[in-house]
């Protein structure tokens, strides 16, 4: 009955790891915790059961925009829903109060504060409810990244319908989060599913910040004319980066709280409507935003935790596609975020500054980036070999004799005076560099100066940072100078190793992450693509909504690499349900069939079907 609703509403094949088992639990209305990455699939597994039991299921959902989004893509797969909340008129909240009485809808989403109003419980006890969804669950918890207060009113619900299940959902949560959730909601011996918190499609990258705009323009270069987010540290930041984006022809926003509302929403409504590409934001941008293809997200900055970062960067790839995510880090902010941490006075330093320590080593580490995640959110990472981080995909070289390098660059530091200098400086004194204080310092006279000359700055900077998340160094006092832990004098005395990587050469790295990107195109007809991607355009403008609720772009390029000429083959196309098949199947084969005569390509092409698709990369690596 599920797999069949899948079918039929989705147009999908199959369960997505532990869909089933969420499904079951609101089917059998056993209460239950759900645990699955973004993109993973956590809506399904409270919309498919509301569609099977024919009664009325409650989200609770903490933005309006995100109601939107998930009520439009229900509508655009002809399954009835709404929400209630304040961008609604009066009348239209009575019509919505209507249908429920008439059981016309199978799903509605509440705000939590709405919910628990004494007016709208009075009003639910009179509706025959299947069960209860709370989407981002994790909001309900202190010890989470994303406290909000109304979340705790939702403890309110087991009372007032003992009768029925609840079902908690979200991306991020530990184990204390986890706890804390059933607590809080008074869970009844909840099942509780926790998914791999890996994310196989997303490509993780990791590079100091030094010239940005560079940087960045490199990156959104891989991806013409498709979604990426730009995360900044400062509101400042974002109109700067955006403007200088604009001018060199890309389609980007600023998004960040000093803002006004209506500059905000339009910068947002153009992002998700696809009328803009990039988005230059704070953090204040994302939560709520569904938009499933966001091909990219680049971090100018480091947050300051690994979860934040796990957050921010999972916003890329929720249609499972390859995506890339892209952290331009400086060790400058790191120590920011360190000293206000321990200047903040508040009770969960250690906490805080385990999660900093974390984004740390993640950002300047040598191991596996995927693996770090996985291993950081408690879960063990078995593969050797990710393919999907710059560590694990040969963009960054083993140096081949790292004991020496590491010891070359401790023992300058030595040399200069233990905690008297940064590592930016000591970069330069090995560098060789004419720099002024050098000079001054007389560390032009060092036997360590211009041992490194051979290297780039930017290199042995990393290396430095390198050694020190490896434990070989630390970073002391106001200015961030650096010495030698008695882990860096095993070093010294060749008693201990570091790994020590170095970029590959600049044109050799542009041409591997190129072709990394251009592999996830493998078989898609890209003239047909951008042709259905049009039309894709037109029919959500018309509808008014965001154009991947027409149809995802894993659907599309699908539909590009296949080119079924048939309704029968267009129903093939995983993504594509019976109500799309109606509503837009005729209008997108029309295109195919066009394109196929103008340029005599073969059509039904099914050979060329599903590859590297979500689910086959996600089976294969993941779970
Ligand atoms: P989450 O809420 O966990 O971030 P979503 O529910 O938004 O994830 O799902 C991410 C994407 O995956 C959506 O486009 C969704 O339609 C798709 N999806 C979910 N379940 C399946 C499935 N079983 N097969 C194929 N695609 C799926």
Not at 1 to 26: D, H, I, N, V
Not at 189 to 216: H, K, M
Not at 453 to 479: M, S
């Amino acid at each position: 009955m599920l797999l069949a609703a899948l079918k039929s509403y989705w147009g999908y094949e199959s369960f997505r790891p532990l869909q089933e088992e969420a499904m079951t639990c609101a089917m059998q209305g056993r209460d239950s915790v759900v645990v699955l990455p973004t993109g993973g699939g956590k809506s399904l597994c409270y919309q498919a059961p509301a569609v099977c039991q024919g009664r009325l299921a409650i989200v609770v959902s903490p933005l309006i925009a995100l109601m939107k989004d998930q009520v439009d893509s229900l509508r655009s797969c002809g399954i009835p829903a709404a929400f209630i909340n304040s961008s609604l008129t009066a009348s239209q909240k009575v019509e919505v109060a209507n249908d429920i009485r008439a059981n016309k809808l199978r799903l509605v989403y509440f705000s939590p504060e709405r919910l628990v109003q004494p007016k709208t419980i009075e009003f639910l006890h009179g509706i025959d409810l299947s069960f209860i969804a709370i989407d981002e669950a994790h909001c309900i918890s202190e010890w989470g990244h994303d406290f909000r207060p109304e979340f705790r009113q939702l403890r309110i619900l087991r009372d007032e319908f003992p009768k029925v299940s609840l079902h908690a959902f979200t991306a991020t949560a530990t184990e204390q989060v986890r706890l804390d959730i059933i607590n809080q909601l008074n869970l009844r011996d909840p099942t509780v599913l926790v998914g791999s918190f890996d994310r196989p499609n997303l490509v993780y990258r990791a590079e100091r910040r030094d010239d940005p705009i560079r940087q960045i323009c490199e990156i959104i270069d891989r991806y013409p004319r498709e979604s990426g987010i730009i995360y900044c540290t400062t509101r400042k930041d974002t109109e700067e980066i955006s403007a200088q984006l604009n001018a060199r022809a890309y389609r980007t926003r600023p998004y960040h709280a000093g803002m006004s509302d209506q500059a905000r929403h339009e910068s947002q409504d153009e992002f998700i409507e696809d009328k803009i590409d990039i988005i230059v934001a704070t953090v204040a941008f994302g939560m709520g935003i569904d938009k499933s293809n966001v091909r990219y997200v680049i971090h100018l900055g480091m947050p300051k935790a690994l979860e934040n970062y796990q957050q921010e960067a999972g916003r890329a790839g929720r249609d499972g596609l390859q995506s890339e995510c892209c952290l331009l880090y400086s060790i400058a902010e790191f120590m920011r975020w360190k000293k206000m941490i321990e200047t903040s006075g508040a009770s969960n330093t250690v906490t805080a500054m385990t999660s900093l320590q974390a984004m740390n080593e993640f950002a300047a580490g040598v191991v596996c980036r995927h693996k770090r995640l996985v291993e950081y959110f408690g879960q063990a990472f078995e593969k050797s070999n990710c393919q999907a981080c710059d560590v694990c995909l040969g963009e960054m070289d083993e140096v081949e004799n790292p004991l020496i390098v590491g010891q070359k660059i401790l023992s300058s530091i030595v040399r200069q005076g233990q905690g008297r200098f940064g590592g930016e400086y000591t970069a330069l004194v090995l560098k060789g560099s004419k720099d002024e204080r050098v000079i001054r310092n007389q560390h032009d006279q060092l036997s360590t100066y211009g041992l490194l000359n051979d290297q780039p700055l930017q290199t042995i900077r990393e290396w430095i940072d390198q050694l020190a998340t490896q434990g070989f160094l630390q970073r002391v006092g106001e200015y961030n100078q650096i010495e030698l832990t008695p882990q860096g004098w095993q070093l010294i005395r060749g008693e201990a190793t570091p790994r020590l990587l170095r970029a590959t050469e600049a044109k050799q790295r542009k041409k591997k992450r190129a072709e990394k990107t251009a592999a996830s195109w493998d078989g898609v007809d890209r003239e047909l693509f951008e042709d259905l991607r049009v039309l894709r355009h037109e029919l959500a403008v018309e509808a008014d909504i965001p154009a991947y609720v027409v149809f995802t772009d894993e659907t599309l390029r699908e539909v590009a690499r296949v080119r079924p000429s048939t309704l029968d083959g267009m129903r093939r196309i995983r993504g594509v349900g019976d109500k799309k098949l109606a509503d837009y199947g005729q209008l997108f084969l029309d295109v195919v069939i066009e394109h196929g005569e103008r340029t005599g390509v073969v059509l039904d092409n099914w050979s060329n079907a599903g590859r590297a698709t979500a689910d086959q990369v996600t089976d294969d690596f993941a779970w």
